[in-house]
């Protein structure tokens, strides 16, 4: 038996094919290394996201998250909900905090429940993989594994929105928090002075403003670069996308040159475990992080 | 008293013995500061270094101790042998801790400790030993002047602690403006809803307090004496005169609401409008039910002023915020949003202000749906049978208007404190005169006294900013500059029920310590306990006057000869008379022109060729000194050229220490001083702008003795200095050596 | 004019702050606000200018009834969800909510901007998350993409090409989904159920006319 197990809530993007299927392999070959047993709730759904607020209303939004509750509670008994992504958290999060102040919208969700023959006892604990990381193994612990440090490279923690706010990792500011670096650090590298560490990268407004949202990931990368970093890391899928994928846009419009490789941080972690260039996920890296795949190969 | 027998004591421990020499210092003590017994101990502090000096004192007759240890702050319950002169060297706090422990250093450092030795021999043979004031009052009865809530308070509080009360009321009932109220701004958890005004269970408890004797319809026709010996005349309503003795006095005589027929263009005097004390007198006829207006008509919709008259920038109106309006109307907002919540209450504020806990308050109320906006109101006006109030919106920036059956005027305090001296004595300079309309101003000033005080500086307390009776808000709260009387709530400063209960107990709990003083012969604050007090040596004093006008607190009164007259229990020991006085006679027994002369005197001062300078620091023991020693504390460095001498205020500053230091070959002298001016700290209130004041006359002196003005340096200092002093101190010894030594060496 | 306008209109006559406390979610904390504007000098969007009101003026204009404005202001579409509004607040209200709550309220209403581009992706990301359970990528960026017409469609198309390539090329981006394949819930049936009763409660709740 393992030594942790959870109902694994990997959403969306990390699905085969989708835009953060590398952060599911990471994690993956990560949490063999931790022997952590992560099992999927049967049929997940959507939770969401922020930006459905509009068309979703309040109601649907939240039934849509109790009935992965529902199924987390049912089929995996007694395990906490365990997300990557953060919106997926931030969401799920949210939803249980509301369900569980307001008797009306409890009941509520109970009868739309019903319509697909489900039903909530009590909400499981919704927990981001992170806290998993840090509150229930703890930082020696991820040293343990470590093979390979990641001595002398530089990366900018760049822990973004929203497993920072609103609710945060336990012990931590939203101003600055430190858990990124302290992973960065755990794993031999060097986590740089960023000073847009929780800067929003324009979330999804990169699909409808992208215009304002790559004015943002511009200072975002800008810093990263003004703080000595030779890569980003960060713990969110839309905020690994969007400080990714536009950089060759922002170098058009702005005329910079752009080019730092954004990793997420159990990518650096399987690496660090001795993991291949393929289990650390950095095929699905469309700006080659060439540095780490050099370290996988040696 | 006995013949005076010296002895010095130096102390090794806390690392003195290892960085400094004791045995020169024993024998600088025996030699040049002349003792008739030298000690030495390894640990003075302790049990049997304390037993050493106490058996000098029983046994071998010593009365004159010099204490070469620690700083005068510190260990002052194992040095404290109250029938002797003491004197403390300052080789802890002024000496090791403030140089470094270096071989380079070891030299100098070693010549401070040594000039400090001296200094504490020479100012102790200079000291007597302070008898006590013989002239003391020993009465122990309260007088509280003003029965509102702030008086009502203070009276119990005394009454608790054992003392007798004389409270004296001008109107008919006790109670105040608080007993007006429909209801208080909450004062406990949790803060959401207003709660009844307390006034009945108040009065109950001081009708049944045997301890408490309660005059009604009753103003001071005049209150004569000294802390402990006041005798008080009371005018009562059937025109009779009652005579009490009372040993310190609380003034607590509230305020009146500004009148809002000054503000016209606000509405004040119109039908529909009323300032927060009309309201609730609308809100106590409604009580709990529908307020309505003057003419009867319900009131479904009000908007509430904030500022009104007040925060005034014109000039025409209060200058000040008066702290209680915005709870005051959030508080009024809820009796209406109580009785009906469809009520539209709507308050204008620029800054909404909710001191204590009011933020709870100011959230429950956004709760109840009261509106606030944030809005300058600039007119209102009568519409139909309401009123249109003009307003721009500063949020939105735009000019609106809403209209309202009612508008509330949050104006402010103004404190009932008597005529303001400064102005009274000059109408009574014009009327002596011969000014006609001065004279009738000078008997109608006159007529709103509330202590009719037979004291030679005017009939009332003081007042500070705005006509308020405060003296030193940041440090001592209640504090007036008449000794033994304290004020209390918001005739001191603006305020709400809550300040004004805490101000009253902090104003009673003062008086019952100012008059145990004054029956012990002591002084009161900030010496408190000091039994030393001014005397002047008669034959030769030329009756100038400047001890009588200058003293701050009014002590000095003038007798039939025209000599200045100690009235010592008003006095507060700060030597500000010392200071003023041209042929310096005047001095205590334990701080005089003398005990800080002999000091001065007593340096060492090294020869020209020696570049090793000496500056002079007179420091106030107040704020200067103790961040001296704090710095110290901290290990903070500073040279080694200077030697300091506290002071009990620049006040108290001679002018000839300065130059009698100066001819003396000292290089530099350094003043530090609290701020003075409006925003003032000095402990003595006029202590250091007097003392900086006569200091700007050396200038002259100096130009005379062909010295440069930079020898002379005031500083401002505050208790918080703690870091920048050292470096300022620096700087200023660095600038001295660059001068140059003084030519006055060796003369 | 939409009926749900009228009748809420109608309804609340001239409370607008009223209105929006009963039918915006998290409506009820707008009269909390105390106008000290740190959620403005907090918002990322701010910087960028083209917002109509700052967050606390929004509320102030909610108080002041000014209903057309408010609703029809591009302000909260501009929410980029990264609640520092929300955990800087010192009333703690939740600004984040409340500004989607507003947008939500507007857009029912009908009264929300035209062709406002959040707008239309919080709809498409929403419908695409529904239909099948889970987030289609390539169905919801082709819809995003030809929202404004073919032709406008394949120029973003073009330009975000290299980008699309890339993602492909790292198979973070499946061609594939926009033909039938993608992730899709086994219970589509019980969550198309389940979502259906939950939009009839919600609006039974907020006394609307079922949509």
Request: aromatic share 8%; with cysteine.
């Amino acid at each position: 038996m393992a030594r942790k197990e959870y109902a694994f809530y990997p959403g969306c993007s990390s699905q085969k094919g989708a835009s953060a299927s590398n952060y599911l392999s990471s994690v993956e070959s990560m949490c063999k290394t931790l022997d952590i047993k992560m099992t999927e709730i049967p049929d997940w759904n959507c939770c969401g996201a922020s930006v459905s607020y509009a068309e979703a209303g309040e109601l649907p939004r939240h039934v849509m998250n109790a009935r992965n509750f529902a199924l987390a509670e049912q089929n995996l008994p007694g395990q906490d909900i365990v997300a990557t992504c953060a919106a997926c958290w931030l969401g799920a999060r949210e939803s249980k905090e509301r369900l569980e102040h307001s008797n009306v919208l409890m009941a509520d969700t109970q009868e739309a429940l019903k319509e697909a023959g489900l039903n909530i006892k009590v909400i499981p604990e919704v927990r981001h993989m992170v806290e998993v990381l840090i509150e229930d193994l703890g930082y020696d612990e991820l040293k343990k594994p470590v093979k390979k440090p990641l001595d002398g490279m530089k990366f900018a923690g760049y822990v973004g929105c929203q497993t920072n706010r609103p609710f945060g990792i336990h012990g931590e500011s939203f101003e600055n928090p430190m858990y990124l670096d302290k992973l960065v650090e755990s794993v031999g590298a060097e986590p740089t002075q960023f000073d847009q560490k929780v800067t929003c990268c324009g979330g999804a407004l990169a699909f409808s403003e992208p215009d304002k949202a790559q004015a943002q990931i511009k200072d975002i990368i800008e810093a990263a670069y003004d703080s000595g970093a030779e890569m980003l890391v960060t713990p969110c899928p839309l905020c690994q996308a969007n400080t990714e994928v536009y950089q060759g846009q922002i170098n058009k419009k702005y005329g910079t040159k752009f080019n730092m490789p954004v990793l997420y941080y159990s990518q650096l972690m399987t690496l660090a475990y001795g993991g291949s260039a393929k289990e650390a996920g950095l095929d699905g890296n469309v700006i080659r992080a060439r540095k780490l795949e050099e370290f996988a190969a040696k | 008293m006995a013949e005076m027998k010296t002895a010095a004591y130096i102390c090794k421990g806390c690392e003195l013995g290892s960085r400094l020499d004791a045995a020169s210092l024993v024998k600088i003590a025996t030699k040049e500061g002349k003792m008739n017994l030298v000690r030495e101990h390894d640990f003075l502090c302790s049990a049997d270094g304390v037993a050493l000096i106490k058996n000098d004192i029983d046994n071998e007759g010593v009365t004159h101790v010099a204490i070469c240890a620690c700083s005068r702050r510190a260990k002052t319950e194992a040095f404290n042998f109250p029938a002797n002169a003491v004197s403390r060297g300052n080789l802890r706090e002024g000496v090791i801790w403030i140089r470094p422990d270096t071989d380079a250093a070891r030299e100098t450092t070693q010549e401070m400790a040594e000039d400090y030795v001296r200094m504490a021999c020479a100012e102790v043979k200079a000291m007597k030993v302070p008898e006590g004031n013989q002239n003391t009052g020993g009465v122990k009865t309260l007088l509280v002047v003003g029965g509102g809530i702030s008086g009502m308070t203070a009276a119990l509080e005394a009454s608790k602690a054992g003392y007798k009360v004389v409270l004296v009321e001008k109107t008919g009932a006790l109670g105040g403006m608080t007993a007006k109220l429909y209801k208080r701004i909450p004062t406990r958890e949790p803060f959401k809803a207003p709660e009844d005004n307390g006034i009945a269970d108040l009065v109950a408890q001081i009708e049944a307090d045997a301890n408490i004797k309660v005059y009604l319809n009753a103003t001071l026709a005049k209150t004569s004496g000294a802390p402990g010996r006041f005798k008080v005349e009371i005018a009562v309503e059937s025109g009779s005169v009652a005579t009490e003795d009372v040993g310190a006095i609380v003034q607590a005589t509230g305020f009146t609401p500004y009148d809002m027929n000054k503000l016209p263009h606000l509405g004040g005097g119109q039908a529909n409008v009323v300032d927060q004390a009309g309201l609730e007198a609308l809100a106590k006829a409604a009580n709990g039910g529908p307020i309505k207006r003057a003419d009867g008509k319900e009131v479904k919709s009000v908007v509430f002023v904030q500022c009104a008259g007040q925060r005034d920038t014109s000039g025409e109106h209060l200058q000040y915020c008066s702290g209680h309006c915005c709870n005051t109307s959030i508080k009024q907002a809820m009796y209406f949003k109580d009785s009906n919540p469809d009520i539209d209450t709507v308050v204008l504020f620029t800054d909404l202000r909710t001191p204590g806990n009011g933020e709870d308050f100011y959230r429950s109320a956004q709760n109840k749906g009261v509106i606030f906006s944030k809005g300058v109101v600039s007119n209102v006006s009568a519409n139909g049978g309401g009123c249109k109030v003009k307003f721009k919106d500063l949020i939105l920036n735009e000019e609106t208007e809403t209209d309202a059956d009612l508008v509330v005027l949050a104006t402010g305090m103004v404190p009932t404190s008597g005529p303001d001296l400064d102005a009274l004595s000059e109408a009574t300079r014009a009327a002596e005169g011969g000014d006609e309309a001065a004279k009738e101003q000078v008997v109608q000033m006159k007529s709103k006294s509330v202590l009719n005080l037979d004291y030679r500086q005017g009939p009332d307390i003081p007042q500070f900013k705005h006509g308020f009776n405060d003296s030193h808000f940041i440090c001592f709260p209640y504090e007036t500059r008449r000794t033994a009387m304290y004020a209390a709530g918001p005739v001191r400063r603006p305020m709400d029920t809550v300040q004004a209960v805490e101000d009253a107990t902090g104003a009673a709990m003062k008086a019952i310590q100012a008059m145990e003083n004054a029956g012990l012969g002591k002084a009161a604050h900030p010496r408190a306990g000091d039994l030393s007090f001014p005397t002047a040596r008669l034959e030769g004093c030329t009756q100038c006057k400047r001890c009588t006008v200058e003293c701050p607190f009014g002590a000095i009164d003038e007798d039939e000869k025209r000599f200045p007259l100690f009235n010592e229990s008003r006095c507060r020991r700060c030597g500000t008379c010392m200071g003023a006085c041209p042929v310096r006679v005047i001095s205590f027994e334990n701080y005089s022109v003398n005990t800080v002369g002999a000091q001065i005197k007593a340096v060492d001062i090294p020869d020209e060729f020696s570049e090793k300078p000496r500056v002079l620091i007179l420091a106030c023991e107040n704020d200067a000194y103790p961040a001296l020693d704090m710095a110290g504390m901290n290990r903070y460095e500073y040279d080694a050229f200077v030697r300091v001498i506290p002071v009990r205020c620049l006040g108290s500053v001679n002018t000839i220490w300065i130059t009698d230091a100066l001819n003396s070959g000292y290089d530099g002298v350094m003043l530090m001083g609290c701020k003075h001016g409006e925003e003032y700290q000095c402990h003595f209130v006029k202590g250091s702008e007097l003392g900086r004041y006569r200091m700007s006359k050396v200038y002259d002196t100096l130009k005379g003795m062909n010295l440069e003005e930079e020898r002379l340096m005031d500083l401002e200092v505050a208790i918080t200095d703690i870091e920048t002093l050292p470096k300022k101190i620096n700087d200023y010894a660095a600038k001295i050596v660059a001068m140059g030594a003084s030519p006055f060496k060796g003369l | 004019m939409s009926d749900m306008n009228q009748q809420m209109t109608a309804r609340y006559k001239n409370n607008f702050l009223k209105e929006i406390e009963e039918q915006a979610e998290m409506g009820d904390w707008v009269k909390m606000c105390m106008q000290c504007g740190v959620c403005s000098g907090s918002c990322p969007t701010n910087f960028h200018g083209g917002w109509d009101h700052p967050p606390q003026e929004l509320f102030m204009m909610i108080r002041a009834g000014k209903r057309d404005e408010v609703l029809s202001s591009n302000s909260m579409w501009q929410c980029v969800s990264c609640y520092n509004c929300y955990v800087r607040c010192p009333r703690k209200v939740p600004i984040t909510h409340v500004m989607h709550g507003l947008a939500e309220y507007a857009y029912r209403l009908g009264k929300a901007p035209k062709g406002q581009p959040t707008q239309h992706l919080s709809k498409t990301f929403w419908d695409n998350a529904t239909k099948y359970g889970r987030v289609n990528e390539v169905k919801l960026t082709q819809s995003l993409y030809f929202k404004d017409g073919i032709g406008s469609g394949i120029k973003k198309a073009l330009e975000m090409q290299s980008m699309a390539l890339g993602l492909v090329k790292a198979k973070r981006l499946n061609p594939m989904e926009a033909v039938g394949g993608g992730h899709k819930c086994k219970d589509l049936k019980g969550i198309h159920a389940m979502l259906a009763k939950a939009r009839e409660l919600e609006a039974k709740r907020k006394g609307r006319q079922p949509a």
